[in-house]
């Protein structure tokens, strides 16, 4: 189909209409049926302007209702009520978690050992104390257990274990003191290191040393090392030649300033001490 050209000459199109264009064309609105300029629509909508902001206004009105509406819907889609895993019981979720309570949540992440203590298995904050969560809270697994079974913790007391296990969750085995307290209670017990006229006994001496980390591995058996005794004694060698320590460090594939420390002294001082 060929498209039509518009005939100027006709009287449709006033001097006014052809400056004006497509502004002067007409359009009835679909809900006031009143007939309006096309400037007084959106685009190609079917309202006018004016029926258009009051759409806008009502829905503004209603908003609140809707959005609770739609939250709810989407709630019990997302969260809906689940059995807790410990004690069954069936409750509704409020967060992503599959067990009731924060005593659930102790039991849950918890193993009991021979001796009643209750060993914390889940995440491990610092000082290796149990951490755990409870609502976007980050609590130590110990305090969340007092809260959860034997109440709020004043202020200013600490939750102290007569067990001496930190990771350990029995409520049985907590008891609540100031930091004195429990200050007092490990003395003791023997179990703070370099308290004066504290000793320690032949047993708690050999857990503390099996515990401890062994110091570093010197020389060429440190697992960095990148240099053995060899290298070394060539590089002092070098040295003593008057060769610059940054083309020394290039050769052996080492930062100048390891040169510098081996020449000083202070890196592979064995080395030096058997040259004396
Ligand atoms: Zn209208
Ligand atoms: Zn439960
Ligand atoms: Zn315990």
Known sequence: MTKMRADLTSPKYTPEKLFWGRFMDEKICSKCGEKRLKSFFYGKAAEC???WAERVRLYNERKPEILKKTKKKWNEKVHPPI????????????????????????LDGCKEEKNGCWIWQKCRGRQSYGKTGWFSKAVTAHRASYIAFKGEIPEGL??????????C????????????????????????????GIKWTDQQREKILKNRQPPNKKGEAHHLAKL???????????????????KIADKYGVCQSAVSHIKSGRRWPHILEEEK
């Not at 410990?86 to 509704?92: A, E, M, S, V, W």
């Not at 907590?174 to 017990?189: I, P, R, S, Y």
């Open 158 to 167: 600490q939750v102290c274990h007569k067990c001496d296990v930190r990771l």
């Open 169 to 196: 969750v029995n409520p049985d085995h907590l008891w609540l003191g100031t930091q004195k307290d429990n200050m007092e209670d490990a003395k003791t017990k023997g179990r703070l290191k370099g308290t004066p």
């Open 83 to 106: 059995e807790c895993k410990i004690c069954g019981t069936i409750f509704k979720r409020k967060s992503a978690s599959s067990v009731c309570s924060l005593k659930c949540r102790i």
């Open 228 to 246: 053995n005794e060899k290298n070394v004694r060539e590089i002092r060698n070098l040295l003593r030649e008057g060769i610059k320590q940054n």
């Open 49 to 51: 302007k004016k029926c």
